[in-house]
């Protein structure tokens, strides 16, 4: 197989979500001068690029994707000045940088969307989906993604307008050619300033089924990947295209079936996805734990389904939108925090794909103990809270399930020391810091040559330089076995293999006669002082990568 080479397959990213990543100027948001006063550290911890979550102009609704001009950076962030000095330092040390890029709605209070509910016959009113109400409200029954119906009424004007998400977010009309050139020009407006690509937010959601079709069994499906999607993609496809970028789109509703089609090596929409089939976003159901089995499957669906140079995949297990991964996936218990984490780090970070760290994830950070709704600011899980209660749920249910489910519980402020405010900010932040950050930060864990931080650096250490462990084949062994998750990488005659086992119990396992571990080399563990007795017996959360020997 010949290697296609490209820097956005050979780097490892770092997700940013600046409210909670680092505050200079006290007021307890992160901003981008905390970004750059980090970029050592990232430096140091071998990432290759990172994508900044919205920092355009917003009200903050939903915290920056409900945008107000693109073209803009919100103040409590900095200026543009600051931004194009990140983006200058990053540069110099060899760090790219990925923005969020939030087109399939805008913020209410973006002026095309004021213009646009201000008449009926409105220049603008176009560039939103209107429609009239029934005899029932709204014009169809289509339910948004953040609960309740997908329509508002605007008195003014009499009419409905659509929005996927908030009601504060109006969804743009990509059928308005209009709507498409200004979106492609603020596109390349940003590129010209020298970003190295985007994150597509929310990008199976553009096209939507005519407003006549009925919510199915899933209430999501008449705005989710919908047929006639591909002559919009395609138009955005033909923007990225000219120049040397790293795209990646968020992709709920879009199988691995589809896959080659929006990211195959030729003709692809994106250069990677978001899929969501290992990763239930959006999922309420309070008692979900890892199903093993399961997992791998997706995992491999989609591995399968671009190898052989076919396509490319994004991996990640945490964002800024699902819980901590140790806490749903590990275990918080203080016996198998550290090994449950360093276990998943190795789920994802050397599959064939770009991994994707989210802030906190490379020190073990876990979900948040939220007492009350007080505590919380994302707008999804607010009016999922109060739809609970209507429903007939006491307060205390309700909050244990928002406690296990949360996107708040990712967005935590980063936890750099044991300080007051963990090193964040000198004040009280937007957010509560998670009273754990006294066992969990950043300084303790650089000084800690076992800790979670050092096992991410070395992981990305031997991905940063193994050829055969970002270009080489994968192959899943033991499908069914519903403890251990065993894979290998291959790149000629270079082999690797990654054994995980992914429960609180021991396993063991009978491996296939083409890995026989006794033969190979232990390149990397988890478990410090364990000795390996027995190749084939795995302690609770142990972890192990081993390369063949050939000499
Ligand atoms: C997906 C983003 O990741 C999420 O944070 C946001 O709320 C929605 N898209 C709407 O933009």
Redesign the pocket.
Known sequence: MTIRRAWWKEAVGYQIYPRSFMDTTNDGIGDLNGIRSKLDYLKDLGIGFIWI?PIYESPNV??G??ISDYQKILSTFGTMEEFELLLEEAHELGIKVIMDL?I??TSNQHSWFLESRSSLKDDYRDYYIWADGTIDGPPNDWVS??GGSAWEYDEHTKQYYLHV?AKE?PDLNWENPRVKRELFSMIDWWLDKGIDGFRV??ISHIKKAPLETISGEDPHAPYKNVSGIERHLEELRDIFKKRDILTVG?ANGVSAKEAYQWVGEEAGYFNMLFEFDHISLWNRNEEERLDVIHFKKALTLWQEALANGRGWNALYME???IPRSVSNFGSEETVFWKSSAKALALTFMLLQGTPFIYQGQEIGMTNMPFRSIEDIDAV?TKNFYYDMLQTGLDEETAMAVIRRTS?DNARTPMQWTAEEFAGFSKREPWLKINPNKQEINVLDETNDPDSILNFYKEVIKLRNQTDALIYGSYTLYLPEHPQLFVYGRRLEQERYVVIINLSKEFASADLPENVRIEEWTLLLSNLNDYEIHQHTLFAPYEARVYKYKID
């Open positions: 979550t939903d915290n994707y409900d939030v399939n709605h993604i953040f998400f977010q937010d929310a968020e964002n800024h939108d999804d996107r």
